[in-house]
């Protein structure tokens, strides 16, 4: 394997050639969504970004193992140590059990994330399937001095963690700044240090979701429940952990410090982040109330769009941007995707049309180069399209009759296409069934209308009660014939 590989490591703040622990083994970790509602197009982002690095992994010939897990419980409003469980929350909203809502929603990101193209991991795992894993760590980290217990929670004393280990390494941020965002502790508070955060949450009787534990009837913080997955998956030290920027400052540094305290050693050598996907420069979030749903985009039923968006659309404009950049979401610029993407696969369908010359006016070696060395280059994704773009140069050149290529260059810009378009941006041919089905459905109302008018009303009834039985219901109006499924 020819290992070329340069990957941004937050930890180190810089690009790192990529040594895995174990090659040709790698083990990916990625925070997978929380399950309380549907996935706006900021996780989706996310996903879609790890979704390239796992394609490009395995397409240089790494074994990946991704793991990418389901936060299904242990996640309270504000991402706080206390409040109100999101999931319980969001049941008594849609008057539904927890795990009704976490069934309906994992299925939805499922359904998001194959019209995104997006491969599924290798395992995916649940909070809820692991609390005996996770109960094992806190009895760990109590046995190792780094928790304690007060009334039935558990928590991490970040103080004594701090005495022997950096708790901020991974963002390199002040600690003053950190406390700044913390408040002073009340004389009601149990923990220990302002920074201590839980890994145990004692039920209180209003949550539904609890399970039995050494200290009583309770559920897992949320920091907890990765550490302990990735650890049974992927070991105690793996190669990659990722997930959004946002999840740095508190989520990971808190998994590094439950990691090294329990297993004394680092989780991961490598530590990557995708940055967030903004609308007019406002991070897009289900709280700040301008996350776009999918499901908004791809039928353009959004009031800052002009019309609908394929899923692939979507995907390519995504890539447009280096996955560490971030992305304003905008009607214009997902237009401009949308003729990129356009030109994209219409130069594909072109290939199999050029002749071959007995000689090229084209490097394909060189181009096929310069496509490695832009994903090496930390998955430089919008350097690897604008490449892309030469060989659509190329391609519509040859077709054009104003350059020549040889029949084995023909054969490797094919190649090229089918591995860098296809494979590992994970782009596809989209069929625009709607539009099939449009003209379909025209030309035999058209067919139906002129029997009609022939006055064989038999060929016309039959047309009309076949298209029933297909589920297509047939209204004539005054001067048109509409249709629309049943
Ligand atoms: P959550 O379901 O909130 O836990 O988020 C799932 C993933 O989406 C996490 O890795 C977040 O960092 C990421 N994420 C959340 N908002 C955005 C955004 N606006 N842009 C990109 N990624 C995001
Ligand atoms: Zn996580």
């Known amino acids: 394997m020819n290992n070329n590989l340069l990957i941004y490591n937050t930890l180190t703040r810089k690009k790192e050639k990529f040594e895995p622990v174990n090659p040709p083994l790698v083990g990916l970790y990625v925070c997978g969504p929380t399950v309380y509602g549907d996935v706006h197009l900021g996780n989706c982002r996310t996903?879609?970004?790890?979704?390239?690095?796992?394609?490009?992994?395995?397409?240089?010939?790494?074994?990946?193992?991704?793991?990418?897990?389901?936060?299904?419980?242990?996640?309270?409003?504000?991402?706080?140590?206390?409040?109100?469980?999101?999931?319980?929350?969001?049941?008594?909203?849609?008057?539904?059990?927890?795990?009704?809502?976490?069934?309906k929603y994992t299925i939805g990101f499922h359904n998001v994330m194959s019209l995104f193209n997006a491969l599924p991991p290798s395992i995916e795992p649940t909070a809820t399937g692991h609390i005996c894993e996770q109960i094992e760590m806190v009895e760990q980290?109590?046995?190792?001095?780094?928790?304690?217990?007060?009334?039935?929670?558990?928590?991490?004393?970040?103080e004594k963690y701090r005495t022997e280990y950096n708790y901020t390494i991974l963002t390199n941020r002040q600690l003053e700044d950190l406390l700044a965002n913390t408040r002073e502790l009340g004389g009601q508070d149990e923990k220990r240090g302002r920074l201590d955060f839980a890994l145990w949450i004692k039920a209180k009787p209003e949550h539904i979701m609890h399970w039995p534990s050494p200290w009583g009837q309770g559920f897992p913080g949320w920091h907890i429940e990765?550490?302990?997955?990735?650890?049974?998956?992927?070991?105690?030290?793996?190669?990659?952990?990722?997930?959004?920027?946002?999840?740095?400052?508190?989520?990971?540094?808190?998994?590094?410090?439950?990691?090294?305290?329990?297993?004394?050693?680092?989780?991961?050598?490598?530590?990557?982040h995708t940055n967030m996907l903004t609308v007019n420069g406002t991070r897009m979030s289900k709280s700040a109330g301008n996350g776009f749903l999918p499901k908004e985009l791809f039928t353009g039923n959004h009031p800052l769009l002009t019309q609908g968006f394929s899923p692939m659309t979507v995907r390519f404009f995504m890539l447009q941007a280096h996955y560490r950049s971030t992305l304003d979401f905008s009607n214009e610029a997902l237009l401009a995707s949308s003729k990129g993407f356009k030109r994209l696969m219409t130069a594909y369908g072109l290939l199999d049309k050029l002749k071959p010359a007995t000689h090229s006016e084209c490097n394909i070696q060189e181009l096929k180069e310069r496509c490695y060395a832009a994903m090496d280059d930390d998955f430089n994704s919008p350097i690897l399209i604008a490449e892309l773009f030469e060989a659509v140069r190329i391609i519509n050149s040859v077709y054009d009759g104003k350059a020549a290529i040889t029949e084995s260059d023909l054969k490797e810009l094919k190649k090229l296409f089918n591995e860098f378009v296809f494979d590992i941006l994970g782009l596809k041919e989209e069929a625009s069934e709607n539009q099939d089905l449009n003209s379909l459905l025209d030309f035999i109302i058209k067919?139906?209308?002129?029997?009609?008018?022939?006055?064989?009303?038999?060929?016309?009834?039959?047309?009309?009660?076949?298209?029933?039985?297909?589920?297509?219901?047939?209204?004539?109006?005054?001067d048109e014939t509409i249709w629309s499924k049943v």
């Open 47 to 103: 996903f879609v970004s790890f979704d390239l690095i796992y394609r490009y992994l395995c397409h240089v010939g790494f074994k990946v193992r991704y793991v990418r897990n389901i936060t299904d419980a242990g996640h309270l409003e504000g991402d706080r140590d206390e409040g109100d469980d999101k999931f319980a929350k969001k049941a008594k909203l849609e008057k539904l059990e927890p795990m009704e809502i976490v069934q």
């Open 141 to 158: 980290l109590i046995k190792n001095g780094y928790a304690y217990e007060v009334n039935g929670t558990v928590y991490f004393d970040v």
């Open 226 to 272: 990765c550490s302990a997955m990735s650890r049974k998956y992927l070991g105690d030290l793996f190669d990659i952990h990722g997930g959004g920027m946002d999840l740095a400052a508190t989520h990971h540094t808190n998994e590094i410090a439950q990691s090294q305290a329990c297993n004394h050693t680092t989780p991961a050598k490598y530590w990557m």
């Open 447 to 478: 067919l139906r209308s002129e029997a009609k008018n022939s006055k064989d009303y038999a060929t016309s009834d039959k047309i009309r009660i076949g298209l029933q039985q297909l589920g297509i219901q047939l209204k004539d109006n005054k």
